[in-house]
């Protein structure tokens, strides 16, 4: 006869079905270094973002206080579109923070009263609120970006120039970021000039 597994008061029943399904997953699939090495990577990441080691850093080098929960609007509100002519609403500012349309509505709310962000009649429905950044908001935008610039230049101080360019390809591949986008048309334009640098 089988006999009885004596459980704790605090058990779980889910943690025997997460330890199955982990071992479900996991199976006979030889571990592959690179993805281990991502996986460990973000954690970390995660980590630092959880103790907010960017959000201190920002905070530190601001010339004037500012609620962070700012800088998370006018980062979602500049953002490239994903697609041509997407126009920025409440509830694409709810989908780039992922959090519900009640809690984007209240940190946009917050955010025009600030005057960082302002409400305009959409080019598609005149009916319908489209987001854009006030002057205020895009000082602060510009202000934030070269903040977070001097923080990352600081980790990455050692980096070889050509590491850099093979780190923000990659990272902007792994985030998503469209073929398009700008920022990497700015790398490619780089390359063309270091390119006539050695050629000339």
């Excluded at 960017?54 to 994903?82: C, I, K, Q, W, Y």
């Excluded at 001097?150 to 980096?159: C, L, R, V, Y």
Aim: charged letters at 30%; one cysteine or more.
């Amino acid at each position: 006869m089988t006999k009885p597994v004596h459980r704790s008061s605090s058990y779980d029943p889910s943690e025997d079905a997460l330890s199955a399904a982990a071992e479900g997953a996991m199976g006979d699939v030889p571990a592959d270094p690179p993805l281990i090495a991502v996986e460990r990577a973000m954690v970390r990441i995660r980590r630092n973002q959880t103790k907010r080691t960017l959000g201190r850093f920002v905070t530190s080098r601001l010339d004037r206080s500012v609620d962070l929960t700012h800088t998370v609007v006018v980062d979602a509100v500049e953002e490239e579109p994903e697609e041509p002519g997407q126009e920025v609403t409440v509830g694409l500012v709810a989908e780039r923070l992922a959090v519900d349309p009640s809690r984007a509505s209240r940190l946009v709310a917050a955010s025009v009263e600030a005057g960082y962000i302002r409400r305009v009649p959409s080019q598609a429905d005149s009916r319908r609120a489209c987001l854009e950044l006030t002057e205020a908001g895009k000082a602060l935008a510009q202000l934030t970006h070269q903040v977070r610039q001097q923080f990352f230049g600081e980790i990455m101080q050692d980096w070889s120039p050509q590491e850099r360019k093979d780190f923000a390809r990659l990272l902007s591949k792994f985030a998503g970021l469209p073929p398009k986008s700008q920022f990497l048309d700015d790398l490619d334009a780089d390359d063309s000039d270091d390119r006539a640098d050695e050629e000339s």
